[in-house]
């Protein structure tokens, strides 16, 4: 996947937050739901987007999907990028 592509699949808030969630532990999406205040639809729709893209996996557990990344570069990334726009920058003039 190229670079720009995987930008453009992260590129709304609820993806991010769930890239995020994924990075702490793997999450069922009743999880992912009560963590992010989503709907379930959103959510599993969005979750749809990552898998489509080979950025999270689901494993069946009985009746549930657990939900985890599949590449632990991209939890580095999102991690990184929402650090760096957590961090207090100097206005430019």
């Given at each position: 996947m190229a670079a720009?592509?995987?930008?453009?699949?992260?590129?709304?808030?609820?993806?991010?937050?769930i890239?995020?969630?994924?990075?702490?532990?793997?999450?069922r999406?009743q999880?992912?739901?009560d963590?992010?205040?989503?709907?379930?639809?959103?959510?599993?729709?969005?979750?749809?987007?990552?898998?489509?893209?080979?950025?999270?996996?689901?494993?069946?557990?009985?009746?549930?999907?657990?939900?985890a990344?599949?590449?632990e570069?991209?939890?580095?990334?999102?991690?990184?990028?929402v650090q760096?726009?957590?961090?207090?920058?100097?206005?430019a003039?």
């Amino acid at each position: 996947m190229a670079a720009a592509e995987l930008f453009k699949v992260l590129s709304t808030p609820l993806r991010l937050g769930i890239v995020v969630e994924l990075a702490r532990a793997e999450r069922r999406v009743q999880e992912l739901v009560d963590a992010l205040g989503a709907s379930q639809p959103l959510v599993s729709q969005h979750l749809r987007h990552l898998r489509a893209a080979h950025l999270v996996r689901g494993d069946r557990q009985g009746r549930e999907v657990v939900y985890a990344l599949a590449d632990e570069h991209v939890a580095h990334i999102v991690l990184d990028a929402v650090q760096h726009a957590a961090e207090d920058r100097p206005v430019a003039t």
